[in-house]
């Protein structure tokens, strides 16, 4: 790990924070594009911290937010655990300016296996959609959900958390994977595989959340952005 530390702002969903990081950390947090991420980093020295934006505030402070965090050590899949997660709190409204999760892989020779069952669903592979095995399951919904990566933040490539994925699955006809995310506003959204940028500690989309997914009227799926008849039974979208 490289000793030589920079100042860098590191953007969250909430706010962002201007913090010397090395060039460990700085890779870390990069996810693409001009700007660094905060969440990938998960959690630095507040000595480290000089000063915090947040958004809920609309302003600045010296010094360094709250952070909060547990350490579940909770397997969640095959060789994958959840070591900690936490957040970044403006000490002034105590809103989120950024959250975390650390994972880690005991056999770092081996890759992530089956996700750990959190119902009676049958579970599948997590992150690695391209491997997924599919097992044969009654058809009872319209998405068949596996849960690795259940509960991680949603970001678009302006770096606003837009949401929280709800589950992740296959769609009717058992062609393609989808994440169930439910946006700030409460609301679920499908978002296809190939609208996905990266899965790590957060999920970060290829663009901006659209606004255009359709719920159909005659089954009650929620479709992806940009179709136009529903993907489970064919019905046209208004």
Same mark, same amino acid.
């Given at each position: ?12 969903? !909430? !706010? ?9 950390? &700085? ?33 600045? =402070?010296?010094?360094?937010?709250? *952070? +909060?965090?547990?350490?579940?050590? +909770? ?10 997660? !936490?957040?970044?709190?403006? %000490?002034?409204?105590?809103? #989120? ?11 770092? @020779?081996?890759?992530?296996?089956? @996700?750990?069952? $959190? %119902? ?9 959609? &391209? ?5 044969? &399951? ?10 690795? *990566? ?8 302006? @770096? /606003? ?8 699955? *296959? ?5 393609? *994977?989808?994440?169930? $995310?439910?946006?700030?506003?409460? %609301?679920? $959204?499908? #978002? ?9 500690? #957060? ?17 009650? =799926? ?5 179709? /136009?008849?529903?993907?489970?039974? !064919?019905?046209?979208?208004?």
């Amino acid at each position: 790990m490289s000793s030589e530390l920079r100042l860098k702002k590191l953007r969250g969903s !909430g !706010g962002f924070i201007m913090a010397t990081v090395n060039d460990d950390q &700085q890779r870390k947090g990069n996810l693409g594009g001009p700007d660094l991420f905060l969440a990938p980093i998960g959690r630095l020295d507040s000595e480290k911290i000089s000063k915090y934006s947040c958004n809920t505030c609309e302003k600045e =402070y010296e010094g360094s937010p709250k *952070i +909060e965090f547990e350490n579940p050590n +909770e397997t969640v899949a095959e060789n994958l655990v959840l070591l900690e997660k !936490g957040q970044y709190i403006c %000490t002034t409204c105590g809103s #989120i300016l950024a959250e975390y999760r650390n994972f880690s892989k005991p056999d770092e @020779a081996a890759s992530v296996g089956v @996700a750990i069952p $959190v %119902t009676s669903t049958n579970v599948v592979t997590s992150p690695s959609a &391209q491997n997924v095995e599919l097992q044969n &399951q009654p058809k009872t919904s319209s998405v068949k959900t596996f849960s690795s *990566i259940t509960g991680l933040g949603v970001y678009d490539t302006e @770096a /606003k958390r837009v949401g929280v994925v709800k589950e992740m699955g *296959i769609q009717p006809d058992q062609s393609s *994977i989808v994440l169930v $995310v439910t946006k700030n506003d409460g %609301t679920d $959204v499908t #978002i296809k595989w190939d609208e996905i940028r990266k899965i790590g500690e #957060i999920v970060l989309l290829g663009g901006s959340l659209g606004e255009n997914n359709l719920k159909c009227i005659k089954c009650n =799926y929620t479709n992806s952005q940009g179709s /136009k008849f529903c993907e489970s039974c !064919g019905n046209k979208l208004k």
